[in-house]
């Protein structure tokens, strides 16, 4: 009987422990998802009040604080596209794509370099590399603007799209150096055994690993060239307003008289479209490359 005993208070135990764990679990789970849901709202809030803004009359802007419009119109989003944004968004388009394949062309065979090689001041170079990024491209925006006077290419999309290059690289160059980094280096061993040289073991070996990287690089990069303003009004400043990018077009609606709000919310509605477009077009890879990029190999 005292055997019996035993092996019936034991289960009850048991059931009791497991529904205290699973109680702790849905509790963790919870506030887990509370703690989403507010980072979520506090992230999506303002994007809600610039596209609630955008249907609103210039009037509405300080009367009414509720997030749905009373009145919504499309008025700012036919002002904004008469003022040209759509030759604007080209614009920053050509420059952007320009810069990130330049970006891409330029760091991916450094990366590799600086990742497989051992030469020396190999340690210095990425030292240097690293004090660059640490610069403010404000600070340097002057000196800059002189080198590209002289050398004839302010007021061009190519000298801007030139520009991006080089201030985008030495963020590029490292990011990308730590996708190459978890790559085993087995893979270029039986490369060079299968007769590979160099440049072939990365074009045909290592790029299809280290894909996620580069999308995570063309990502950062796409939105960082997209939204520029700084470097594209110091180049593009005396130029006329054809040859303008987005952020410069939108910069045109805060006149000396009046702020015009919902034709900027209505711009930046219609600017970040593209952004959201290349995000999901390479989701799968930037979220792939992020986990690769924690983890090394």
């Not at 002289?150 to 996708?179: N, R």
């Not at 073991?201 to 063309?218: K, S």
Request: net charge positive.
């Amino acid at each position: 009987m005292a055997g019996s005993t035993d092996t019936d208070t034991t289960p009850d135990s048991t059931r009791s422990r497991l529904s205290g764990s699973q109680i702790r679990l849905y509790f963790y789970d919870a506030a887990t998802y509370l703690v989403y849901a507010l980072a979520a709202a506090f992230f999506m809030f303002p994007v809600l009040w610039v596209i609630s803004l955008s249907l609103r009359t210039e009037g509405a802007v300080y009367s009414a604080l509720n997030l749905i419009p009373s009145d919504p119109t499309l008025d700012a989003y036919r002002t904004v596209i008469d003022s040209g944004i759509l030759g604007w968004m080209r614009n920053t388009l050509v420059v952007t794509v320009v810069s990130v394949l330049g970006i891409i062309l330029v760091t991916t065979p450094a990366a590799y370099a600086f990742s497989r090689f051992r030469f020396r001041g190999r340690r210095t170079l990425l030292l240097a590399v690293l004090g660059f990024q640490m610069i403010s491209p404000i600070v340097i925006v002057l000196p800059l603007y002189d080198i590209m006077r002289t050398l004839g290419l302010t007021e061009s999309h190519a000298g801007l799209a030139l520009l991006y290059i080089g201030l985008q690289i030495p963020f590029s160059l490292w990011l990308l150096k730590g996708y190459f980094d978890t790559i085993p280096t087995a893979l270029d061993k039986a490369a060079r055994i299968d007769g590979c040289n160099r440049l072939q073991t990365l074009r045909y070996v290592l790029l299809r690993p280290v894909m996620p990287g580069i999308a995570v690089v063309a990502i950062f990069n796409f939105v960082l060239t997209w939204s520029e303003f700084v470097m594209a009004y110091t180049m593009l400043g005396p130029a006329g307003q054809d040859e303008y990018t987005l952020s410069m077009g939108i910069y045109l609606f805060d006149t000396q008289l009046a702020t015009q709000w919902t034709n900027i919310a209505a711009a930046a509605v219609i600017g970040v479209v593209p952004i959201i477009l290349f995000f999901v077009a390479l989701q799968r890879y930037f979220v792939r490359g992020l986990t690769d990029g924690a983890v090394k190999g």
